[in-house]
T-cell receptor, first 115, second 108 residues
Framework: NAGVTQTPKFQVLKTGQSMTLQCAQDMNHNSMYWYRQDPGMGLRLIYY???????DKGEVPNGYNVSRLNKREFSLRLESAAPSQTSVYFC??????????????FGPGTRLLVL | TQLLEQSPQFLSIQEGENLTVYCNSS?????LQWYRQEPGEGPVLLVTVVTGGEVKKLKRLTFQFGDARKDSSLHITAAQPGDTGLYLC????????FGAGTTVTVRA
């Protein structure tokens, strides 16, 4: 039972390059999330998927796209990377979005550097 | 603008001392959570508080939810080096909103 897994762990990109961050969960959760974490800013929600087949924008969606491939997998794509997207990216999952006792389970993160 | 403000931003104390971390907002939340994050890892849930005025204890950690459900505190008694980490509060209001975190360092 791996929980939430993310690939890759580290990535260096040049400005303008594209890449996809992969996330998978094995807890049969309905909801999945992508956050970025920057020093002094906490976790900011990029996109989320409350259930298979739906995706919604979070607080900082510009420059990103997502795909909920199936119930297990939720990917984040950077079409044209910019230095401002240098960050640590976390994927998370939970049984449902907005539940009173919603617990989000986080992956180990992807550290992205855009030069 | 953060919905949840955490203070202090950094806290460094000696092993055996007590500490308190605060999480404040002008918004009312249906519940409030505390997570701990260790370097190189994702956050892990410590506790969820739901009722205004609720106090929960987890060994040496005490969590309190404000009466108006707008703020919370985390108190650690007799801190140990293993308590070192980033402590994040998160308020539930349709979705979770996270504070910026308090980095706690406990020196041996």
């Amino acid at each position: 039972n791996a929980g939430v897994t993310q690939t890759p762990k580290f990535q260096v990109l040049k400005t303008g390059q594209s890449m996809t961050l992969q996330c998978a969960q094995d807890m049969n959760h309905n909801s999945m999330y992508w956050y970025r974490q920057d020093p002094g800013m906490g976790l900011r929600l990029i996109y989320y998927s409350a259930s298979e087949g739906t995706t919604d924008k979070g607080e900082v969606p510009n420059g990103y796209n997502v795909s909920r491939l199936n119930k297990r997998e939720f990917s984040l794509r950077l079409e044209s990377a910019a230095p401002s997207q240098t960050s640590v990216y976390f994927c998370a999952s939970s049984e449902i979005t907005g539940g009173l006792r919603e617990t989000q389970y986080f992956g180990p993160g992807t550290r992205l550097l855009v030069l | 603008t953060q919905l949840l403000e955490q203070s202090p931003q950094f806290l460094s104390i000696q092993e055996g001392e007590n500490l308190t971390v605060y999480c404040n907002s002008s918004s009312v939340f249906s519940s409030l959570q505390w997570y701990r994050q260790e370097p190189g890892e994702g956050p892990v849930l410590l506790v969820t508080v739901v009722t205004g005025g609720e106090v929960k204890k987890l060994k040496r950690l005490t969590f309190q939810f404000g009466d108006a459900r707008k703020d919370s505190s985390l108190h650690i008694t007799a801190a140990q080096p293993g308590d070192t980490g980033l402590y994040l509060c998160a308020g539930a209001k349709y979705k979770l909103s996270f504070g910026a975190g308090t980095t706690v360092t406990v020196r041996a």
